[in-house]
């Protein structure tokens, strides 16, 4: 999303690329979510409160994550997802918003890969204001109903007796002695809800802030017959605006602090914006984020830098970020 309030004229486009670190705890708990560095440009695996949250009619953002490249090689950490929203006015100042997003998430050579599957609504209640003074604050309410399901390619792994002591080598031929039956999980129903507030004060001047709840339901991911394994319910908080600091240039702070079962992770920082203002938009965006998280049991800590670059074209944004684990 170019901004909380900003006109999006057609369509709002993010292509986003992110090698390096990113949430701590994934290589410790398969369970934990995706989590993207450019957050902002997923505004649907943030919140489902931000469902049809734009101005104009209709909105699509894709992503591309990728992790762990230089340690893995070609078996690396990869997210792609995708959305589409749209918003249709109700009433005379409200606003209902619907969307459809997808998720794709592969870690490592095990195959791990998670797939999610959702549809999203909003509805945005305009607070204060008259049919001749209009507010611009609105309080809004979102849920999102989705279908998941785990996966594993089993036949990439081996384990400890599969080790062959007298040729001191793997033998994939013997009997593991794990009670894998199935790669797969059974599909799950997966629920999720959000609010979010913002406000629009003047030409680049906004506020928002907003919470959501993610897998409510905790669905049982388990690969084992007869058991379970539930999903951790995954809590987001998050804010941001954008601020004019000079005649062309405005400052788009932002933060999001998720935790989900052991897991914590937060993103702060900023993007500076630049624009000419002219009637065929064409501005640039630079910023520079933190991202904290833990190990389990280990403090919280500072794990990685993020830097990120943004072109906006016409109502269309294309992304690129790199993180540097510190």
Known sequence: MRRISTSVKFILLNLALVLGMNISAVQESQAQDARFAQFYYAPMQLNPALTGVFEGQFRGAANYRELYTSILGSNPFRTISASFDMRTNVGRYDHAGFGISALRDEAGISGFNRTDFSLSGSYQKQMGGSRYNRSNQFLVAGAKLGL?????EWEQLWFTQQFDLNN?????????GEGFERNTTDLYVDFSAGILYYAV???NQSLYFGGSMFHLNEPNISFLENQDERLPTRYVLHAGGEFPVADNISLLPAI??????PSLSTTVGANLRYSRREWQEV???AG????????LDKEVHLDAMTF???LE??????????DITT
Do not use: P, T
Request: no cysteine; glycine share 18%.
């Open 288 to 295: 520079l984020w933190r991202h904290v998280g833990n190990k």
């Open 201 to 203: 004060f003047g030409v």
């Open 168 to 176: 001191y080598s793997v033998d994939q031929g013997l009997d593991s």
């Open 148 to 152: 998941g399901q785990r996966g594993f």
């Open 313 to 322: 074209f016409e109502g269309m944004n294309f992304g690129l970020s790199y």
């Open 308 to 310: 990120s670059a943004i």
């Open 256 to 261: 999001a602090f998720m935790s989900q079962g």
């Open 283 to 285: 501005a640039i965006r």
